[in-house]
T-cell receptor, first 116, second 114 residues
Framework: AQTVTQSQPEMSVQEAETVTLSCTYD???????LFWYKQPPSRQMILVIR??????QNATENRFSVNFQKAAKSFSLKISDSQLGDAAMYFC?????????????FGKGMKLTVNP | EAQVTQNPRYLITVTGKKLTVTCSQN?????MSWYRQDPGLGLRQIYY???????DKGDVPEGYKVSRKEKRNFPLILESPSPNQTSLYFC?????????????FGPGTRLTVL
């Protein structure tokens, strides 16, 4: 079964600085999809960025970018120019299609604090 | 407005009293799913449905039932709730055109079982 590991339960960053959130996963599949979701205090789950495993190029979305290392099964999220509104729980997720069924597996999450 | 709605948003109930949490989406999505979120455990998939009348277990299905009689609705049923089902529940949906599609999440239902 696929697993997703976020080893750091909490991190903090100063406003305007850069922070990197780590995520590793375990799978035997060759084609899959990876996601980072943000959950602010409102509890709403918001997609931040996504990556297709067969694409070598790292995904970017404005201040958010990923470092996808397929061989190492690593999918870290970099937030540049951190803003107060970036404070939230961040979840890494893996979407698989093993055996014809589709599942989304989440990591345990990481709480990001942004200090003014 | 494209959205996933859940009702109720908050529910306090007692052990053994059957309850249903409704989920509805207006985006004509084929895929729908239920998750529970617990502190320190992240989100875990309970059940999912790839289309009408097609449902399957996720990672933590014990104590839950679902049905998918219409494309837009995917209710979560707790036949005999227990305190260990106290949690935050999310419904989500996405088009079934491959895994790259974003899953749209509902606002969540906070359930407390006494």
């Amino acid at each position: 079964a696929q697993t997703v590991t976020q080893s750091q339960p909490e991190m903090s960053v100063q406003e305007a600085e850069t922070v990197t959130l780590s995520c590793t996963y375990d799978t035997s599949e060759s084609d899959y999809y990876l996601f980072w979701y943000k959950q602010p205090p409102s509890r709403q789950m918001i997609l931040v960025i996504r990556q297709e495993a067969y694409k070598q190029q790292n995904a970017t979305e404005n201040r958010f970018s990923v470092n996808f290392q397929k061989a190492a099964k690593s999918f870290s999220l970099k937030i540049s120019d951190s803003q107060l509104g970036d404070a939230a729980m961040y979840f890494c997720a893996y979407r698989s299609f093993e055996g014809g069924s589709e599942k989304l597996v989440f990591g345990k999450g990481m709480k990001l604090t942004v200090n003014p | 407005e494209a959205q996933v709605t859940q009702n109720p948003r908050y529910l306090i109930t007692v052990t053994g009293k059957k309850l249903t949490v409704t989920c509805s989406q207006n985006m004509n999505h084929e895929y729908m799913s239920w998750y529970r979120q617990d502190p320190g455990l992240g989100l875990r998939q309970i059940y999912y449905s790839m289309n009408v009348e097609v449902t399957d277990k996720g990672d933590v299905p014990e104590g839950y039932k679902v049905s998918r009689k219409e494309k837009r609705n995917f209710p979560l049923i707790l036949e005999s709730p227990s305190p260990n089902q106290t949690s935050l529940y999310f419904c989500a949906s996405s088009p079934w055109t491959g895994g790259f599609n974003e899953q749209f999440f509902g606002p969540g239902t906070r359930l407390t079982v006494l």
